[in-house]
């Protein structure tokens, strides 16, 4: 049965990377709903990224080609989607981002296994305000959503929004919560199976080593929890607590 035959919106999962998305494109997809998932449209970005695959007469990857091809119906005719966005503590989101990448640069200096070096390399490259921005740059720029003029509801740890076709979550929303969220919304019983976990990966024992060296001076972290995005999401406490985690 087809999105059409529902008569609903196509779930778009428009995303950050590593926020555990893949679960739900996992879950849409075991619930026979066709989906998208997406993470940039910026159309400069997706021809720079696609732009080596194109060149070698290859589709560029998935993400970039679904951002490509639908592009234009998603900012014009966003009433026919349903964009879902999910956060996550934006050090471990980007620590988790720095090594789904680190094979690419390790491709040309070699494997780097002294986790100092690693995290210096961390310190000194790593866009560490991307996620902070991600939503202004992305969310608010293409598809005229600003979620800061919408307040998040902390305790639900989510907030759907149909007026502006959105739905957000943070990543540490129950299971149950999600799924019993999703089957409301698309009147269908969704599982959500679990997420694409960096510990569970070939590069877990550096991960785990990495995520347990990682603690920031209090002035970097202020710039983090600080930010609006943070303050946002997530309770003076629960602030406190993820500054907690990560200071030395």
Known sequence: MTNETRNQKTPV??????????SLTMAFRNA???????????PQTLQKIAEPDTKAGHAPVKHVSQSLSHRREYIDHPERFLFISLVRDPVARNISAFFQNLHLAEKETGVENDIEVLF????????HRLPLRWFDHQFQKYLNVDIYKHAFNKTKKFRYLPQKNTLLMRIDCP??????????????PIAVPDANVGDQKDYSERYIAFKNHARFEDAFLARIYNSPFCRHFWTNQERREMRKRWSI
Not at 13 to 22: E, Q
Not at 32 to 42: F, T, Y
Not at 120 to 127: A, G, V
């Open 13 to 22: 999962l428009f995303t950050m990377g590593k926020v555990a998305s893949s």
């Open 32 to 42: 026979d709903i066709p989906s998208h998932h997406i993470h940039n449209l910026n």
């Open 120 to 127: 210096e390399r961390f310190l000194k490259t790593y866009p």
């Open 175 to 188: 299971r149950a919560d999600k799924e019993q969220l999703l089957s409301d919304i698309f009147n269908t």
